[in-house]
């Protein structure tokens, strides 16, 4: 950010570094009724004080009977790293306060043998091992309980992220967990394949935690979530390696306890390696937009365009405060570009009557083949035309894509400016979908106001994933901290009150991010006593031992107590 | 069958009823080599000796406390219906044998809060519970241990039939677990839906039964298999009401214990009512059919529509002696019908040069709009030329369809005439079908000449559904017992035997029939030792005193011992 207020953007992946944003500072002020603070920042102090490693001699010796010296990480940075994810209130203490415990000690298996061999050592010595993927966890998986007095040991997967196979034929790819999107990504391309799988994640986040997670791609019209997407795993548990002898397209072999590792986030198991299907790189990709009038408009052509199963590979709805900002960070305009931006948007206005504080924006990618992108396009135009809605471009449609991309980026460099933003998101039905947006807005303002907060919320929310029964809800909510005494607390508050409003009214607890520990307390309004009885002693089953209880799960000490 | 060995289909609901099938027996015996007797009958004597009922006064004195007379059966025959499903093993012992042990006692409880009751009392008994739907499984899942001491209630569900609710708008409907396929069908047709679900056994099976089995559906292509139409369910389990406060349409709410009721197959609750997907009635079905030269041909066909993804809602393939089975099936042909069938037969045959020894036939059913349906039918048909197939029309795919649910009562009648025959299923990947089908096909005639059996087997497949990564085939294996000493036991060598065929490279257990009793042996072989026991160890979690083991699943003792 320059002493005008223009923010440059650097560093970043996706073709936006350098690029000058001259409107985004000026709408957040206006948007949120305050002044950013140019200077006499909230400057961060990373790293903070780092929790002294527990690590006991037994343990740090047997370790060195598995794993090489460089598979074995003892530095401070390296254990902090490795006990957070990505929650404001993990990047708010690492950044202004601590982290009361971290991992003792980083480990990084090359092969499922030595994580077999750390599982038996974590039995044997009575520690904990914490599994460890991307790091991009939004639920406090990650980070280890304060009171939690056995020894931690991280264990990052990183090494474990080869392909093992392509079968090209029968179209499955066997990867190992540790396996980064991206490149997991550029691997399969190069064979002519994808697996179809972008989380907004997808350039730190691994296959393992895809599966522990319960992830959800935004091209899953097409390709499906990552349950529709593995065919088998291997996992290591305190039990023993869980594996199957071969890998069928579809079976009936009793109750099928692989699947116990979608959500499991890291409880029951160490992921190894899994078997995803595959599928033919598309031959056309292309980004496309339509503008509404209003919210409503949209969601009633997202139902439509849903019911009769028109769906491109990819369709969001963004509403009026996310499609400003998505203008907002628009970068300098010249010439010509500047000129035909400018008409369009006179166009929108003046010409077809849409209210500026109103309408939004749908962004879509098709994909297929020539003549299926066309035809897909020219449906999608349609039903869209019939719901007021008018062409909004390729353009447009790619910028709203990187906006997502883009925007953890953006999360961080803000708190230096008094902002706190986080996302969360929910799952709900369609006939809920317009009330439980504006519950949720309205209560988030509440809050704010009844906190005596600073300014005015921003709170927005993009409809993100649709089913035949429903929708994904993303909100970004973001409120101005300076001079509030505890921010990131306040945030976590305001935030619990927003889950209770979505709860409160068929919303589900969470559509793809999970549970950990930041949402387990809600976890009793959503499921009876019973089915988290069955969850604690399932859990149990896997793991008596609790070894894989080091970061907050509760289900392990419900079960016991 | 009248004594010129001319069948005549009696009472079934396809329509078929009162049709002469003059050329079915004929075809068999030239097929397989032998002349059926049509005296001298081996006449079953339905119903068999009975176990007398080992219900204790206390046991009967609490049911009273719970349900009414009426919801209460102690009559042996009723007894009986409950304690066994299809597979050819108990259709044989209940006409020409005994079953050794059966329920004591068969209950229908009506609403939740009575299966509750009736969990509870079993706990508190020490008496078993023992799930019924449709008594339509394949798999021994219903036959009661011999060595089982406790009483054993049958609880059949077919008073729990209703659908609780329907929500249009977000395309669900909650229905009660003991509703029937073709009921469930009717109703919601009624109202403009179809949840797309439609096993062979729609006639029977319940939406508990197929919940309880990992059941797929024929129009799979277009609904997916019941764990993709499932949004939620209720299950009475040994340690209370396993229930959801929402339906979400989809969520990551971490481990989630209702997905262990897919293929539980009786031994983790009773399943009380689920949450399923609505779709809308389609505009047009219509069926379809294409003749190949042989069944290579076919089976590339098939790949190439699926990697290209214009599956029809429903496509099979069946082989040489399937299709010539069909064509036994058809009924006395009269006038012009005659004649075209003629002219048909020699246009593929004579002009096509197609060999009536090799050639195969697929079948369609398409659904969709008329556009939809007839832009289907092109790139189908076009694709089918490219492989040498020739459009058999709609009348051909209507009966192969038929066949299929026909053949149950077909088995059962040919049995009199010393003719045991039987199904059995698997998934395999794409490269290996051909293979498969064929070591399957040799190892059974291997089997049966080993043994000296009368003439030769009948052993026919069929592929029934196609994911990207492979499909499922269906085979039928039929043999002529006249003078074999154990006729069923026999058979289940032959099929033990083909079983592990199908295993040794690379079929599954199973692809929607399930394991149950009949296929339990042949679990170390598919999967890892730590995976037997995290099966075992979870059942045990759910249910710790063995209350829902009566139908001979291993599982549970495994855990204990």
Not at 537 to 558: I, M, S, Y
Request: aromatic fraction near 8%.
């Amino acid at each position: 950010v320059d002493a005008d207020g223009v923010v440059t953007l650097t560093g970043d992946r996706y073709g936006l570094c350098g690029q000058k944003l001259p409107y985004l500072l000026p709408w957040v002020e206006r948007t949120m009724g305050i002044a950013i603070p140019l200077t006499g920042l909230h400057t961060p102090h990373y790293p903070p004080a780092i929790p002294e490693s527990r690590l006991p001699q037994s343990v740090a010796q047997a370790l060195a009977q598995i794993l090489a010296p460089e598979q074995i990480l003892t530095e401070g940075v390296q254990r902090l790293r490795r006990g957070h994810g990505q929650t404001q209130e993990e990047m708010y203490a690492i950044k202004y306060g601590t982290l009361a415990r971290v991992p003792d000690v980083v480990v990084l298996p090359h092969s499922e043998a030595q994580v077999v061999a750390l599982m038996e050592l974590a039995q044997r010595h009575d520690v904990c091992l914490l599994p460890y993927g991307g790091g991009t966890s939004v639920t406090e998986a990650l980070r280890c309980r304060a009171d939690e007095d056995r020894c931690i040991i991280a264990v990052d997967m990183a090494k474990m992220n080869r392909i093992l196979w392509v079968d090209p034929i029968n179209r499955m790819a066997c990867i190992e967990a540790g396996a980064v999107g991206r490149h997991i990504q550029a691997a399969l391309k190069s064979q002519g394949f994808t697996m179809g799988h972008e989380p907004d994640s997808i350039e730190f986040s691994t296959l393992g935690g895809w599966i522990a997670t319960h992830a959800s791609g935004m091209k899953r019209n097409k390709y499906g979530n990552i349950e529709e997407l593995v065919l088998d795993m291997n996992v290591v548990t305190p039990k023993g390696v869980m594996s199957r002898q071969q890998v069928a397209p579809r079976e009936s072999a009793g109750m099928d306890v692989r699947r116990a590792m979608f959500g499991s986030e890291g409880t029951l198991g160490i992921i190894t390696q899994a078997v995803v299907k595959l599928y033919d790189l598309p031959a056309v990709q292309q980004y496309g937009s339509v503008i509404f009038p209003s919210f409503e408009d949209g969601v009633a052509f997202l139902y439509e365009l849903t019911q009769k199963n028109v769906l491109p590979v990819s369709v969001r709805l963004v509403d009026n405060i996310q499609f400003q900002l998505s203008q907002a960070l628009k970068g300098e305009k010249k010439g010509l570009q500047a000129f035909k931006s400018q008409a369009e948007k006179l166009f929108v206005t003046r010409i077809k009557g849409f209210d500026p504080e109103r309408m939004v924006a749908c962004t879509m990618v098709y994909e297929g083949s020539e003549e299926e992108v066309a035809r897909q396009q020219k449906e999608v135009l349609a039903l869209a035309a019939q719901h007021r809605g008018i062409n909004g471009g390729p353009q447009n449609g790619e910028r709203g894509y990187q906006l997502t991309f883009g925007i953890a980026y953006i999360r961080d460099f803000v708190m230096n400016h008094y902002l706190l933003a986080e996302s969360f998101e929910t799952s709900v039905p369609w006939s809920r979908v317009l009330e439980r947006c504006d519950r949720v807005k309205r209560r988030v303002e509440r809050e704010h106001a009844a906190r005596k907060l600073p300014g005015r919320p921003l709170i927005t929310a993009r409809v993100t994933q649709m089913y035949a029964t429903g929708v994904a809800v993303y909100f970004y909510f973001a409120y101005f901290f300076k001079g509030v005494a505890d921010p990131s607390g306040t945030y976590s508050a305001i935030e619990a009150a927003a889950r209770e409003e979505i709860l409160a009214a068929g919303g589900s607890i969470s559509h793809h991010h999970g549970v950990g520990a930041l949402r387990r307390a809600f976890l009793p309004k959503i499921m009876s006593e019973a089915a988290l009885t069955l969850r604690a002693e399932t859990q149990r089953a896997f793991d008596p031992k609790g070894v894989l209880t080091a970061n907050c799960q509760p289900n392990h000490k419900a079960a016991q107590h």
